[in-house]
């Protein structure tokens, strides 16, 4: 069975697996092969999310060596050499043959590897294995998207319009923050999200979309979000919650999405009623922002001084105190890039020295928390060109009010 | 700001404690510490998830080392002592402070501690502290239920009544398997499901729902479930499909919930239209595998016995083969324990010889895949008690109709 949704094309992988083989090589010291694990990596190099291993020599052909289904393996990915992998004890003849006798210097993804895991691989591999971690060189291929992959997140994008489009309506109704954030998350799924969203890291996740309002959008992330909120319990603690929805305070709706396994991330605000003098003007400072912040992203730009631009410019606007989270909890970030996960470089933050390069995709979020009304932000995903910015958010970012 | 839902009570947490330092000082060799990092076991110990370390020395108090929101932690938390962290640096002090001088024998949680951030805390520790896994003795803890966690997942499943009601309705329009699943899990969250789904591992992660009837629910598992799929693109490549439900072919609702951080797993068969009898057949007979398996369920059966056994009904009913999956996909499983996660000890499979305790909580679920007809099972959760099985799963198990 195919899917109508693109499926990773073969000149897509060859360009990957060329741009990787090209860092392993550079990479001080060189690597011999990768063997990848992880899904989302997995997905990168061979389009598919089989259990399988990628074991990609730093010269020839990549084998993807599936443990679980084969013939779907073969189906979803465009890779030649697809073969299973009856056994994890075969990884050793495996390695041997792609890349001749040991020792071989091997990266594996290590930011993400659980102790347990590496250990097995170690003790397979056997004492000439040296594993080094592969992920830095992986991380750094995948921020530099194609053509195809920028097309995948800005159709990821028309989820937005869509699910956004709706809101006007479902404000009409009474609803808690958690209720609308449920129905919202439920639509974009309907208008084409795929359903899963992928952070890297140890407990690192989100749901599909946030919505907070008023005092429940100031209490501060339990994790590395520039918004928190109370969430429907502690157990999950970031979030919307179970209480309603007030007219006039200001509603913010930060939303992901998925399609061919690319995100889009977008933050709008939405009232129900009228917005007070003192919101309409943070919200014109935060446009501000975002305005400035377009005006200085492209390839060359240094993210650390990004970052410390947009700092400046909240100061200059009066919103230092709450920028990117509440006073005390500020997180230190601008924006990240975006991809087959949500949390990819380059992040516009301190000690990003190494200047932005074309076909870089970066959600651009500035967020202001102020403990009465909550969050007021924006957030935009932009293509880094050489010249600029081109916004992959085609939604317009006024206010979204009840019809 | 507090919630409606049920918070970890003060006497819970001291039960849980009491109980991981008995395992700790029982273990071979025993651990001086526990020092707690993931999300479920940080909860269950402390009832946040606020980032945060729990430093549980063998003897005496624990201390909540909180990273992000203090205040947040001190509500969510009835633990006495909550502090700030403000570095990583402060750890090895904390370490002295509460086990005494070194060497010290520590247990982390190396089944999913990503190997970067271990290397990170053998490097804050220093070489005097020897870091084993300390993930068994804490599974082997939460896999006894109190009757506080058997009250959170008896009202986990009340959801599911909720959801399954609004099936028959559903069923009347013209909807993909996706677009089913996919309304059923915003349901699922007005009726009071939190949102999160934790498995534990890396990689390991499911929808709440899975929705899949005919062709595409024989397609295997990419990862460790019974229940495979199409999937809305191949990025995702589990649960429903964009295809059209059609009338005549069973449809499985295997869904997940969770309220104040505890797990319901529940399937249940729908149709739109009538079954065959082919179906209807099979559908008899996975219900007699079930009562089997109830009647053997009880404090002091051996999980490999009771998974042998399942493999003989399932035989004895001519399901042998596609039992528990597709064939040559089939997963060797039939139960699995519910929690804080949903893939928890005690597992009904080979090699799982310890006896069941009067307090585990097991999903048990036969499911037979047949090429044409897709998934027919049934799926309940049970409190296992000294004499035999409690079913927390109210839901009555007959074929779910279009009203």
Known sequence: MSSAMATVPKSELERRIRLVQGRMRERSPPLDALLVVQVADLYYLSGTIQQAHLLLPAEGEPRLLVRKVLERARSDSALDDVRPLASLKGLRDELESACGAAPWRLGMELDVLPVNLHRAYLDLLGAEAEVLDGSPLILAARAVKSPW????????HRIHQRIFDEVPELLG?????????????????????????????????????????????????????PIGGEGPHPSVAHGGSRRPLRDGLPIALDFLASTAGYHADCTRMAVKGELDAETAAIFEGIGRILRRLEGIVRAGAVPSRIYA????????????????????????????????????????????DEPLAAGNTLAVEPKFTHPRLGVIGLENTYLVRE?????????????????
């Open 173 to 225: 109704g009474e609803l808690t923050s958690y209720a609308l954030q449920s129905i919202l998350e439920s639509r974009a799924r309907l208008a084409g999200h795929c359903g899963v969203i992928r952070m890297r890291g140890l407990d690192v996740s989100t749901s599909i979309g946030i919505v907070v309002s008023g005092e429940e959008g100031a209490l501060p992330s339990h994790s590395m979000f």
């Open 387 to 403: 010249t600029g910015v081109e916004n992959l958010t085609p939604y317009p970012e006024a206010v979204i009010r009840r019809r």
């Open 309 to 352: 631009a947009a700092l400046e410019e909240a100061a200059t606007e009066g919103l230092a105190n709450g920028f990117m989270g509440p006073e005390k909890y500020q997180v230190r970030f601008v924006g990240h890039g975006v991809g087959l996960e949500v949390n990819e470089v380059p992040v516009l933050a301190p000690k990003f």
């Open 149 to 156: 992959e920028i097309e995948q997140i800005r159709e990821a």
